[in-house]
C-alpha cells in the first residue's frame, strides 16, 4: 500500500481499535493461480503476539481454507471511515482555484500466514465468543445456547477455524493531513453539514488530526 509518510498510522493501539470497531475484513491471499479474496468477520486477541491474532471461521464449503497460500502472506484488510472530499469546502479553492476533489479513508492491513483449525471444541468456543461480541448491544441478545444442542453442532461440522497470527500491521489514515489548516476546518464543517453517519464518523477523524498538532 502507498503510504506518504503524513498519512502514515504507526500506533499499534490505534490500529487494534480500528480492527475491532471494524471487523469485516477483505482477507486476501494466493491459490491456484489467482488471487482470492473473502469477506470473513474477525475477532482480533491483542494478547497473542507482538501485533495479534486475527480469528474468524469460514464455510467448510469454501474452499479457501485448503487453497490459501502457505508461504507468502495472506492480507486482511479492515475499512474504517471514508467519504469524499470536495475542494469546495476548502477556502484555499475560492482564493486561488488550486485545488481538486479527493477522497478521505482510514484503512489497516494485517498481514499473516494463515492457520487453519478444525476441533470442534474450538470452533464452538469461537462461535460462542463471537456471538457474545455482536449480541452484546442487542436489546435481547441471542446466545448459541438458544438453538438446540444437535442443530449447533451440524452448524459446527460445516465451518473451519482460520486463525491469523499478524505479522505485520500497516495503517493509512489519509485525512487532510496535507491541508493548510483553514482548509482542514472547511473540511470538517463540510461533513458536518451533510449530518449523515459516514459524514460525521470522518468529520471526528479530521478534527482528531488537527488536535494532534
Known amino acids: ?3 506518504p509518510k503524513y498519512h502514515e498510522e504507526s500506533d499499534a493501539l490505534v490500529l487494534q481499535s480500528l480492527i475491532k470497531a471494524h471487523p469485516l475484513g477483505t482477507w486476501a491471499t494466493q491459490g491456484d493461480g489467482e488471487l482470492i ?3 470473513v468477520p474477525f475477532l482480533l486477541d491483542a494478547s497473542r503476539g507482538d501485533c495479534g491474532t486475527l480469528v474468524g471461521h469460514v464455510a467448510r464449503a469454501n474452499g479457501v481454507w485448503q487453497s490459501f ?3 507468502v502472506p495472506s492480507v486482511v484488510v479492515f475499512q474504517g471511515a471514508e467519504s469524499y472530499i ?3 469546502w476548502y477556502p484555499s479553492k475560492h482564493a486561488h482555484g488550486k485545488a481538486v476533489p479527493t477522497w478521505n479513508y482510514v484503512v489497516v492491513h494485517a498481514h499473516g500466514l494463515p492457520r487453519v483449525i478444525e476441533d470442534q471444541a474450538w470452533l464452538l468456543r469461537h462461535v460462542n465468543q463471537l456471538t457474545d461480541v455482536h449480541e452484546a448491544g442487542q436489546a435481547l441478545p441471542w446466545r448459541v445456547s438458544d438453538a438446540p444442542a444437535e442443530f449447533t453442532a451440524h452448524m459446527i461440522e460445516r465451518i473451519v477455524g482460520i486463525e491469523i497470527p499478524i505479522a505485520k ?4 489514515w489519509k485525512v487532510s493531513q496535507n491541508r493548510p489548516e483553514p482548509d482542514k476546518l472547511g473540511v470538517v464543517a463540510g461533513l458536518l ?3 449523515d453517519p459516514p ?3 470522518m468529520a471526528e477523524v479530521v478534527n482528531r488530526q488537527i488536535s494532534k498538532r
Open 1 to 3: 500500500m502507498y503510504i
Open 169 to 172: 500491521l500497516v495503517g493509512k
Open 86 to 88: 470536495t475542494p469546495s
Open 199 to 201: 459524514s460525521r464518523a
Open 69 to 71: 497460500s502457505k508461504s
Open 193 to 195: 453539514a451533510k449530518d
Open 37 to 39: 479474496v473473502n469477506h
